[in-house]
């Protein structure tokens, strides 16, 4: 540790030859000590972005904004800010004994929902297509994280004549949703069978990576081509409805 005890200078000499000597040591120990300070303060990085950064973008900002090397101190703190939301959304940095950067506080809190939205439908529709082909007929709603977030999708449906063959899936952006997390066959649902009555289908994608998502739900016939069975739903009190819901990892 820096020895910081100035009394070792001694009095003010008195013959100038020994002033100079004097100025000398008090600025030596000076600089010492402002140098000891210098490294045990914490560096502050702050990254401006929408997506939550990587530790990547962490360790490669600390190196631009310290001009220090990689792995970042438990003593730095490394700052988001969100442009598009205008406000600091979290504060991050390592611990001793790793170099991974965690969060360390969260504007986005775990297990809070981050962004919800719903859609509804209360008109009648007739079809025979495919589940694949009904989209635009169905409600759909879009979705922006900024952190890596649990996808909650839930779509209710009434069957009010028809069915039987019916199923229902979702579709993330151009992702068929079954297919992709459950091996789902592409022209089958999560769910079939359906005759007349009103079901709910829901599903959860465990790991969401940030973005902004279309969702829409897949609602029809089973199989690759159309059907000559009509199904007709909604109309009246059988509101078709869409939800999702992103929660904080």
């Keep these: 540790m820096a020895n910081f005890d100035f009394s070792a200078l001694g009095?003010?000499?008195?013959?100038?030859?020994?002033q100079q000597l004097f100025m000398l040591n008090l600025q030596n120990k000076l600089n010492t000590m402002v140098n000891s300070v210098n490294s045990a303060s914490a560096d502050v990085v702050l990254l401006s972005q929408t997506g939550e950064p990587t530790q990547g973008q962490w360790e490669t900002a600390y190196t631009a904004q310290t001009g220090k090397?990689?792995?970042?101190?438990?003593?730095?703190?490394l700052i988001w800010f969100n442009p598009t939301t205008n406000e600091i959304a979290g504060v991050y940095g390592t611990f001793?004994?790793?170099?991974?950067?965690?969060?360390?506080?969260m504007r986005y809190g775990s297990g809070i929902i981050h962004a919800q939205q719903s859609a509804n439908d209360v008109n009648s529709r007739t079809s025979?297509?495919?589940?694949?082909?009904?989209?635009?007929?169905?409600?759909?709603?879009?979705?922006?994280?900024?952190?890596?977030?649990?996808?909650?999708?839930?779509?209710?449906?009434?069957?009010?004549?028809?069915?039987?063959n019916a199923g229902i899936d979702f579709l993330l952006n151009t992702t068929k949703v079954g297919t992709q997390y459950s091996?789902?066959?592409?022209?089958?649902?999560?769910?079939?069978?359906?005759?007349?009555?009103?079901?709910?289908?829901?599903?959860?994608?465990?790991?969401?990576?940030?973005?902004?998502y279309l969702i829409r739900p897949l609602f029809g016939v089973i199989g690759s081509v159309y059907s000559g069975t009509n199904i007709v739903w909604g109309g009246g009190s059988n509101v078709t409805r869409l939800y999702a819901e992103a929660i904080v990892k």
Excluded at 96 to 105: D, E, F, L
Excluded at 132 to 156: A, R, W
Excluded at 200 to 207: G, K
């Design 11 to 18: 009095q003010w000499p008195d013959d100038c030859s020994r």
């Design 69 to 77: 090397s990689i792995p970042v101190p438990p003593s730095a703190q």
């Design 96 to 105: 001793t004994g790793t170099s991974t950067i965690y969060k360390r506080g």
């Design 128 to 164: 025979n297509r495919t589940l694949q082909e009904n989209y635009s007929l169905l409600p759909s709603v879009t979705i922006t994280t900024y952190v890596q977030c649990i996808l909650n999708l839930e779509f209710s449906v009434s069957i009010t004549s028809g069915g039987a």
């Design 183 to 212: 091996l789902v066959p592409p022209y089958d649902g999560i769910v079939t069978g359906l005759g007349v009555g009103r079901y709910t289908c829901r599903y959860t994608i465990d790991s969401l990576p940030a973005g902004t």
